[in-house]
């Protein structure tokens, strides 16, 4: 099992809905999670952190975190074109390493 | 600086040959991570260092790949003998602290190896 797993897609939505975006992860110890946002032949930059079960809200993105269930979520409400790119997750597991997830592409189309 | 700061950009390098590329993280950050991603977005760690002290090898392939941060230089990844496969982009990044809190990396630009 990865460390660190999220569906590749892609993942296709209408703009204006709703893309969610899921990560599972192995260590039941993991402390932080991170969502990053990659636009193809850039670097990864951070777009959301979560340390603590339940929901955080930062305009159009909210991040999910569910420890006893080890997935962390995020949401995209009103897509928006824009927001086409590959979405890593990141974990910071128990013996302190930051491991990313391969990225879930994502595709918002007119 | 304010920004992690990799080099070269790009780098082409025949079957065999020796490839090396730099990383200068954010000043005051301890950690520096390097990452490989291959086609099709999968991002693999390789190594991380606090400070000039390897803090996690667990990625890195022992044969030619080696890495070093020593004080006030850029870190450095070195590749012997590259092969076709170890065409990618190796990401740097870095961060001030690897406790639960605030574990959050800033990405360098990334350096594109291409072997032919």
């Known amino acids: 099992q990865k460390e660190v797993e999220q569906n590749s897609g892609p993942l296709s939505v209408p703009e204006g809905a709703i893309a969610s975006l899921n990560c599972t992860y192995s260590?039941?110890?993991?402390?932080?999670f991170f969502w990053y946002r990659q636009y193809s032949g850039k670097s990864p930059e951070l777009i959301m952190s979560?340390?603590?079960?339940g929901d955080k809200e930062d305009g159009r993105f909210t991040a999910q975190l569910n420890k006893a269930s080890q997935y962390v979520s995020l949401l995209i409400r009103d897509s928006q074109p824009s927001d086409s790119a590959t979405y890593l997750c990141?974990?910071?597991?128990?013996?302190?390493?930051?491991?990313f997830g391969t990225g879930t592409r994502l595709q918002v189309f007119p | 600086g304010e920004e992690v700061a990799q080099t070269p950009k790009h780098l082409v390098r025949g079957e065999g040959q020796k490839a090396k590329l730099y990383c200068a993280p954010i000043?005051?950050?301890?950690?520096v991570f390097w990452y490989q991603q291959v086609l099709k977005n999968e991002f693999k760690f390789l190594i991380s260092?606090?400070?000039?002290?390897?803090?996690?090898e667990t990625g890195m392939p022992k044969e030619r790949f080696s890495a070093k941060c020593l004080p006030n230089s850029p870190c450095s990844l070195e590749i012997q003998a590259t092969k076709l496969e170890d065409s990618a982009v190796y990401f740097c990044?870095?961060?001030?602290?690897?406790?639960?809190?605030?574990?959050?990396?800033?990405f360098g630009q990334g350096t594109r190896l291409t072997v032919v």
């Open positions: 990044a870095s961060s001030s602290l690897m406790t639960g809190w605030n574990t959050e990396a800033f």
């Open positions: 979560i340390y603590s079960n």
């Open positions: 000043k005051g950050h301890s950690y």
């Open positions: 260590d039941r110890g993991s402390q932080s």
């Open positions: 260092f606090q400070n000039e002290n390897v803090f996690d």
């Open positions: 990141a974990v910071h597991i128990n013996t302190d390493k930051l491991i």
